[in-house]
């Protein structure tokens, strides 16, 4: 099993800035691909971005490409979204999410474990 906390969320107005966190624990052995995700209310689930063990392979939704920032610390367990120009738009719950798989898991099926979330919500 593996559990995962996100952290970092909060309330912040257009046009700013947050970085939100999520460190893993229990068998972070089986972490090889992190993504994030975010649901708003009425909304589907829908992928945010993701990225493979060594870094080396990272996406994002076209939604957030140029604006949100992938990483990840292996040494801490902890995988990093970085998020600047936010909009009211991406006023969402955001899920960190892990898979031993190989990418790219754009699907939220494509991942066996999830994080409770942490709330972001961008004012205009």
């Known amino acids: 099993q593996v559990q995962l906390v996100e952290s970092g969320g909060g309330l912040v107005q257009a046009g700013g800035s947050l970085r939100l966190s999520c460190t893993a624990s229990?068998?972070?052995?089986?972490?090889?691909?992190m993504g994030w995700f975010r649901q708003a209310p009425g909304k589907e689930r829908e992928f945010v971005a993701t990225?493979?063990?060594?870094?080396?392979?990272?996406y994002y939704a076209d939604s957030v490409n140029g604006r949100f920032t992938i990483s990840r610390d292996n040494a801490k367990k902890t995988v990093y979204l970085q998020m600047n120009s936010l909009k009211p738009e991406d006023t969402a719950m955001y899920y960190c999410?892990?898979?031993?798989?190989?990418?790219?898991?754009?699907?939220?099926?494509?991942?066996?474990?999830w994080g409770q979330g942490t709330q972001v919500t961008v004012s205009s």
């Open positions: 990225i493979n063990w060594t870094g080396g392979r990272i």
């Open positions: 229990g068998r972070t052995a089986s972490t090889y691909t």
């Open positions: 999410a892990t898979d031993n798989s190989v990418g790219p898991l754009t699907k939220p099926s494509d991942y066996d474990y």
